[in-house]
Every structure is written in structure tokens, then in C-alpha cells.
């Protein structure tokens, strides 16, 4: 099968984390992700699942990890397939998180080699003595679990209320220029991060 009748499906994950610790080490926090696919020949992606939820007393940076490993787990169970013999399907993983340091953590965790994700031993990390140690072992489970079904996997940071950064005036011209490059993600960004917010409120509230 020529290179040019194989098919394509990319897997696009939003995802984000809140808890309003307002100095307190544990408070009650949410989470959300949002995955979109993009099938062969299709010219935009479609919303296939919205995931939310909180916990009493937790913190951001839980928040955030346990968005992505939610959306890791979702993706790999409902819309990675693995080809069958004789079958030739591309497929891309690209999950955007707003916090720099989970991006560089997953960075640092796996090996980027000709664009695919390979996960280091679970030893190394824990000589590496990163915190939240049970959800990144968990998302590199499942990175590992994804890893032999996709061609690429990316993970990128995404600024956080993109539009508010937009209308403040005392930005440089280059950081503008790079955040209307970006302008595609806002309204997802925009979405996972009520939704955390949502969750979040919710658990205040019991």
C-alpha cells in the first residue's frame, strides 16, 4: 500500500487542573480533558469526549496530572486501535497541558527518538525523586500501552488564558505573534479550564 492511501487519524487531548490552595498545602481541587479526533480526509476535528472531576483535598500540580492521565487512559481504551496485520494506519497523539513544568517532566521522562515517545525504566524515575510519583508511574503505564499503537506522540505546553494574555497591552510584539499562532487551541484551553474550575466548586460546595 503506497504511502499516499494510508490512512491518518490524529488524537488531539486538551487538559487542565485547579484546586484553590490560597497557601494551604491541600485544598479541593478539579480536573478536565477534552480529546478530539481528526479521521483521513477530514478538514477538522470533532469533539469525541469530555471527562471532569474532582477530589476534597489534593493540590494543583494532582490536578493537572490526573487530567492527563484520565485522557491517556480514555484514548488508549476508545480511539487507539491497534492495526491489524496487513492494515497501514498513521496515528498521532498530540496532548496539550498549561502548566510548564508537567511538559517538561514528561519530557525529561520520556526519549524523543525520530518523533516517538520512548519511556525511560520506571527505576530512573524514581532516582529522578519527582513528586506525585502514583500518577506519573500510571501515565507512563499508559504512555507505554500507546506506545505500539501510534507513530508520534508529542506533549506541548499551551499558555494558560491565552485571550486575557492577548489583550495586555504590555506584551512584545513577538509574544503576540506566537500566541495568535496558537489562537486554533484557545477555545479548547478555554473549555477544560471551566470545566476544572466547575469540578473544583463543586467539591467546595459539599
Given at each position: 500500500?503506497?504511502?499516499?492511501?494510508?490512512?491518518?487519524?490524529?488524537?488531539?487531548?486538551?487538559?487542565?487542573?485547579?484546586?484553590?490552595?490560597?497557601?494551604?498545602?491541600?485544598?479541593?481541587?478539579?480536573?478536565?480533558?477534552?480529546?478530539?479526533?481528526?479521521?483521513?480526509?477530514?478538514?477538522?476535528?470533532?469533539?469525541?469526549?469530555?471527562?471532569?472531576?474532582?477530589?476534597?483535598?489534593?493540590?494543583?500540580?494532582?490536578?493537572?496530572?490526573?487530567?492527563?492521565?484520565?485522557?491517556?487512559?480514555?484514548?488508549?481504551?476508545?480511539?487507539?486501535?491497534?492495526?491489524?496485520?496487513?492494515?497501514?494506519?498513521e496515528?498521532?497523539?498530540?496532548?496539550?497541558?498549561?502548566?510548564?513544568?508537567?511538559?517538561?517532566?514528561?519530557?525529561?521522562?520520556?526519549?524523543?527518538?525520530?518523533?516517538v515517545?520512548?519511556?525511560?525504566?520506571k527505576?530512573?524515575?524514581?532516582?529522578l525523586?519527582?513528586?506525585?510519583?502514583?500518577?506519573?508511574?500510571?501515565?507512563?503505564?499508559?504512555?507505554?500501552?500507546?506506545?505500539?499503537?501510534?507513530?508520534?506522540?508529542?506533549?506541548?505546553?499551551?499558555?494558560?488564558?491565552p485571550?486575557?494574555?492577548?489583550?495586555?497591552?504590555?506584551?512584545?510584539?513577538?509574544?503576540?505573534?506566537?500566541?495568535?499562532?496558537?489562537?486554533?487551541?484557545?477555545p479548547?484551553?478555554?473549555?477544560?479550564?471551566?470545566?476544572?474550575?466547575?469540578?473544583r466548586?463543586?467539591?467546595?460546595?459539599?
Amino acid at each position: 500500500m503506497s504511502k499516499s492511501n494510508t490512512e491518518k487519524r490524529i488524537i488531539r487531548i486538551y487538559t487542565d487542573g485547579s484546586a484553590n490552595q490560597a497557601g494551604k498545602t491541600q485544598a479541593p481541587g478539579g480536573w478536565a480533558y477534552i480529546i478530539l479526533v481528526k479521521e483521513n480526509g477530514d478538514n477538522y476535528f470533532i469533539a469525541k469526549k469530555v471527562g471532569f472531576d474532582g477530589e476534597d483535598n489534593t493540590t494543583s500540580q494532582r490536578m493537572e496530572l490526573t487530567a492527563i492521565k484520565e485522557a491517556l487512559l480514555k484514548a488508549n481504551a476508545s480511539y487507539l486501535k491497534k492495526p491489524k496485520d496487513g492494515q497501514k494506519k498513521e496515528q498521532i497523539v498530540e496532548l496539550f497541558t498549561d502548566l510548564k513544568a508537567n511538559a517538561g517532566i514528561l519530557r525529561k521522562i520520556c526519549k524523543d527518538s525520530d518523533g516517538v515517545c520512548q519511556i525511560e525504566k520506571k527505576e530512573h524515575l524514581k532516582q529522578l525523586e519527582y513528586e506525585n510519583l502514583d500518577l506519573l508511574n500510571k501515565i507512563l503505564e499508559t504512555i507505554r500501552k500507546i506506545e505500539c499503537k501510534v507513530d508520534i506522540l508529542t506533549v506541548e505546553w499551551i499558555p494558560g488564558h491565552p485571550e486575557k494574555r492577548m489583550n495586555d497591552k504590555s506584551i512584545d510584539a513577538k509574544t503576540k505573534s506566537d500566541l495568535i499562532k496558537l489562537a486554533v487551541h484557545f477555545p479548547f484551553i478555554g473549555i477544560v479550564d471551566a470545566l476544572a474550575v466547575q469540578a473544583r466548586e463543586a467539591i467546595e460546595e459539599k
